[in-house]
């Protein structure tokens, strides 16, 4: 667990869930956006500054959803997602660098020219030197989300939390993009996540944090501010806890 002094924050390490269509910014959510790039690692530092170690895990949705169906088999979907998320990795970690941060990207699918392999002991060190790590490739295995890769890592690093960054303010019992009488959940059990089937993040990962103790923020990302907000522990979105 990180020494570092933190300034007026609840958490010390944090594991920051972020969506791939979230960097592409407008209404198709393809490509990158230099300016939500900037903005997003404008907060990540804020956070840094204030003493919170900080570990990120990007989806590739942006760029290609492994589990879309189609005509690729699931496998190499999975695997095609897998680089995409690599590729939002590096644009996020050039981004931070360019605010004087210092940071690492691992990666669960080796390619040393571009990143470093993911190491448990090598990313507990980059924290301890106050280095963001940002986890790429997913957890280098089909089948499984970004949600879960963020999931076992902030159980390999000792996060307190994972801050899972959305499009809406919560959770919801239904689409509030689609409805507008959906209702939003200030505080959730894993428990009831799962067995309500709430999409926010996928079963395997609210088992994870459940049998971890890690606590879930989900919040809205579009909001300026709200990653700061949500690293020093202010009520924001919804809380999905143990209990």
Do not use: W
Not at 147 to 162: P, S, Y
């Amino acid at each position: 667990m990180s020494s570092r002094p933190s300034k007026g924050t609840r958490y010390t390490r944090v594991v920051l869930k972020l969506s791939g269509e979230s960097l592409a910014g407008g209404e198709h959510g393809y490509g990158l956006s230099a300016a939500v790039l900037e903005r997003i690692a404008g907060e990540i530092a804020q956070v840094h500054r204030a003493g919170v170690d900080v570990g990120i895990v990007i989806g590739g949705g942006n760029i290609f959803r492994g589990a879309s169906g189609g005509t690729i088999d699931r496998v190499a979907a999975d695997y095609m997602g897998m680089l995409a998320t690599v590729i939002n990795s590096v644009a996020m970690q050039d981004a931070i660098e360019k605010m004087d941060v210092p940071v690492r990207v691992q990666s669960a699918i080796e390619m040393a020219k571009v990143a470093e392999p993911f190491i448990r002991r090598r990313a507990m060190r980059h924290l301890e030197k106050h280095r963001v790590v940002i986890f790429a490739g997913g957890t280098g295995n089909p089948y499984f989300s970004t949600d879960t890769a963020a999931a076992l890592r902030a159980t390999e690093i000792g996060a307190q939390v994972v801050l899972k960054a959305t499009r809406v303010d919560g959770v919801y019992d239904r689409d509030p993009e689609k409805d507008k009488k959906a209702k939003r959940y200030d505080r959730l059990t894993f428990e009831e996540a799962i067995s309500r089937r709430l999409k926010v993040m996928d079963a395997t990962a609210f088992t994870m944090c459940a049998e971890q103790h890690i606590p879930i923020v989900v919040f809205n990302l579009n909001v300026a501010g709200n990653i700061v907000r949500a690293a020093k522990g202010e009520p924001i979105g919804t809380l999905v806890t143990g209990g």
